[in-house]
Structures are given as structure tokens and as C-alpha cells.
T-cell receptor, first 116, second 114 residues
């Protein structure tokens, strides 16, 4: 059962425009959400995260928004650059014994292509 | 380079053979995770360690799979009697084990079972 879902397998955006990648989850126990970027033949690279007590986190060109009532989060990249072309994974985790995070649950990823 | 390292990067083996992969986490991290990724899927959790203790194993981890972290530093993942369905990217990640910590991934080991 897929607890984290990325329903768009691909997204194509022109350079300089905004890229919006979406993610939905089903488990209300998730406390922490992360986005990873992955290039072919490499491991996922951490991009940005957000705790469930926040609704927005920003880091440079990357902003993650969390809507807990809708169990939805999104990653905004602005402005998009050709080097952003990669597969983006949404991941979620829950606190274990109330203190530290456990395993990550990943979506299937969205292939972002930024064209000049 | 102080990131997570994995060896080998690629492994091709024949069905029925045993294989072993190694992961060296970021030095101060006490948590180490193993994930598996197949084509078109996100990484799927296999198991994780806090220091030497293996705290959780996924049902994906059949009896043919065993993981160890004997001294709380590097870890090995062994697959016995490999099957073609074991072909995947095996990813290792480590984290500090503090509240709301982030898992950092290694480059992965690509296993191909012929």
C-alpha cells in the first residue's frame, strides 16, 4: 500500500519559470517530510524538509508547502534551471517512540525536465 | 569526502550466487539504513541499525537477506542464492539519530542477477 503518492510521473517546464511538484500522503502519523533529488546512477540527494508543525519552509530557490488537513505537500522551484532536471522524490517519516524519526516512505518520483 | 560510501558500485552475478555489499556511513552518524530501488519505483525500506542493534526489518527482507553492523560503524548486506528479482539498486543512508534528523544517501550498488 503506497502511503506516499506522486501522481505525476513527469513535468516539463521552461527555464526561468516555476516548477511545482506535488505529493500526497495517507498516513496521518507522519511528522516529517523531505524532498530528494536523484540523477541517474546516483543516490538520492537531500533537498529540503519540513516538520509537521510548519506549513512552509524555504531555502533559496526551493520552497516546500505542507497542507496537513489535505495531506498534501508541494515543492516549488523558482526560477527553474536546466540543472534542476532530475527525478524528485517525496518522502515521509514518523517519530518513533516520540523522539526520533524512523524509516522513510517514498513516492515513485516525478521526472522534472527544464528546457531552455 | 565525508559522505556515505558504498562498495561495489556495480555487481553482476549469476543466479544462485551469494553477494555482499558494504556501506560506510558518515562518521558521526549512529543510524544506518538500507533501501532497495527498482525501476520506476521510489526507494523501499529494508532495514535499519542504531549503532550495532538492528531495530527494524521490512517484510521485503526475506530469509536470503542478512544485514550486519558489527562495530556500529560500517554495515554489510548479504544476499544468498540470488534470484533475478533481486536485481535492483541497493541504497544505504545514514543519519545522526537526533530528533527530526535527515537521512543522507550513498551512491548505491547496482546489482544485476543474470
Amino acid at each position: 500500500d503506497q502511503q506516499v503518492k506522486q501522481n505525476s510521473p513527469s513535468l516539463s517546464v521552461q527555464e526561468g519559470r516555476i516548477s511545482i511538484l506535488n505529493c500526497d500522503y495517507t498516513n496521518s502519523m507522519f511528522d516529517y517530510f523531505l524532498w530528494y533529488k536523484k540523477y541517474p546512477a546516483e543516490g538520492p540527494t537531500f533537498l529540503i524538509s519540513i516538520s509537521s508543525i510548519k506549513d512552509k519552509n524555504e531555502d533559496g530557490r526551493f520552497t516546500v508547502f505542507l497542507n496537513k488537513s489535505a495531506k498534501h505537500l508541494s515543492l516549488h522551484i523558482v526560477p527553474s534551471q536546466p540543472g534542476d532536471s532530475a527525478v524528485y522524490f517525496c518522502a515521509a517519516s514518523a517519530l518513533v517512540r516520540g523522539s526520533t524519526l524512523g524509516r522513510l516512505y517514498f513516492g515513485r518520483g516525478t521526472q522534472l525536465t527544464v528546457w531552455p | 569526502d565525508t559522505g556515505v560510501s558504498q562498495n561495489p558500485r556495480h555487481k553482476i552475478t549469476k543466479r544462485g550466487q551469494n553477494v555482499t555489499f558494504r556501506c560506510d556511513p558518515i562518521s558521526e552518524h549512529n543510524r544506518l539504513y538500507w533501501y532497495r530501488q527498482t525501476l520506476g519505483q521510489g526507494p523501499e525500506f529494508l532495514t535499519y541499525f542504531q549503532n550495532e542493534a538492528q531495530l527494524e526489518k521490512s517484510r521485503l527482507l526475506s530469509d536470503r537477506f542478512s544485514a550486519e553492523r558489527p562495530k556500529g560503524s560500517f554495515s554489510t548486506l548479504e544476499i544468498q542464492r540470488t534470484e533475478q528479482g533481486d536485481s535492483a539498486m541497493y541504497l544505504c543512508a545514514s543519519s545522526s539519530g537526533t530528533a527530526l534528523d535527515t537521512q543522507y544517501f550513498g551512491p548505491g550498488t547496482r546489482l544485476t542477477v543474470l
